[in-house]
């Protein structure tokens, strides 16, 4: 991933200038630092070269996330370490204590809030341009296969399967846009993903306070698709849709009338919002360093991250209890650690 991830500098480097790439393969660290427009340091220890930068972007496999962040910050350094935040509860706590303590930024690489689009799906929601929602609707279909020894098929170092390694996006978006849930199901299969230790393919449920649904499903099986990334939000007044492959956002419906037993006349499409070539990652890190010159809190500020994997969490404890998950006390601004 080493072109996207320096791609997220392009918005900043008059304001940064990147000091030290780091990988365990030097050959693979070399081939980032030829990418950037500095001759940065290239090491293959990471605690080796924390004396020369003031913060960090963290991309590794989720069960190093959380020893690596509290190294850095324990050093005094700002951290964008990416989504998910940690594996276990425990460590979650320990990174936001440690960010707290040193009075360092923390912030969690859920860039999908920074996406254009989706700003402007969770603007015409807010706003409640064309009523109330009551069912919000995610797809992620994509074919991501690795060989079984590769860590992202390890059930231990991921956190679980897809649902907590890449559907952890989409609760947070459905958190972020819905609220606080009630309660919610899980089904997941590594069927036709033998691969995956753990789920390839996942099915989520949830209400929220108020009545309005969300639905997730993502699967790293799809040979095929129509859908792509795509979301659906159903409002009183007809239906959002954001297609991420075709980079808008439309709205879908103006009926007048309903008549029983009578097709509705050609529904009307109007765009929102067109932009092809959005670059979130860009935006997020913009963020970042704003956060970093400002003090601000960032918009994926650890807690609430967190606070989404604890609804993942607590989805997969009542999916081995084959139960309904209890989801009160689970949503965004549900924690006080002050």
């Not at 940064?16 to 001759?39: G, H, Q, S």
């Not at 972007?57 to 190294?71: D, E, G, N, Q």
């Not at 060989?147 to 059930?155: E, F, Q, R, T, Y």
């Not at 509705?264 to 499409?269: A, G, H, L, N, P």
Request: glycine share 8%.
């Amino acid at each position: 991933m080493a072109k996207s991830h320096t791609a997220r500098m392009n918005r900043v480097l008059k304001k940064i200038e990147i000091t030290a790439v780091v990988d365990i393969d030097l050959n693979r660290a070399e081939t980032v630092a030829e990418l950037l427009p500095t001759k940065p340091i290239v090491h293959n220890n990471y605690e080796e070269i924390l004396d020369d930068v003031d913060a960090t972007l963290v991309v590794l496999p989720h069960h190093l996330h959380h020893p690596v962040t509290i190294k850095c910050l324990n050093a005094g350094k700002h951290v964008l370490v990416e989504k998910p935040m940690a594996n276990t509860e425990r460590e979650c706590l320990e990174m936001i204590e440690s960010a707290k303590r040193n009075d360092r930024i923390l912030m969690v690489g859920y860039c999908m809030r920074f996406h254009p689009l989706v700003l402007k799906f969770k603007e015409t929601l807010d706003k409640k341009t064309f009523g109330d929602i009551f069912q919000l609707s995610i797809w992620t279909e994509q074919h991501t296969q690795r060989d079984p020894s590769n860590w992202v098929c390890k059930a231990k170092e991921v956190g679980g399967g897809q649902l907590f390694s890449h559907g952890c996006h989409y609760i947070d978006l459905m958190l972020w846009m819905l609220g606080n849930p009630v309660k919610g199901t899980h089904l997941g299969t590594n069927r036709c993903t033998p691969w995956m230790e753990r789920e390839g393919t996942s099915n989520v449920c949830l209400e929220f306070e108020g009545g309005a649904l969300g639905y997730h499903f993502g699967t790293w099986g799809a040979r095929g698709t129509r859908l792509g990334y795509s979301f659906h939000a159903h409002c009183e007044n007809g239906m959002v849709e954001l297609q991420l492959e075709k980079g808008r956002v439309v709205y879908l419906g103006d009926a007048e009338k309903h008549i029983p037993g009578v097709h509705d006349r050609e529904q009307k499409e109007i765009i929102l919002l067109e932009e092809k070539h959005a670059k979130p990652t860009e935006i997020e890190m913009s963020h970042f360093i704003e956060c970093i010159e400002t003090g601000q809190k960032p918009l994926t500020d650890p807690i609430s991250s967190f606070e989404g994997l604890k609804v993942i969490w607590e989805l997969y404890k009542a999916e081995e209890n084959n139960i309904v998950a209890d989801l009160q006390g689970f949503g965004f601004g549900t924690m006080n650690l002050d």
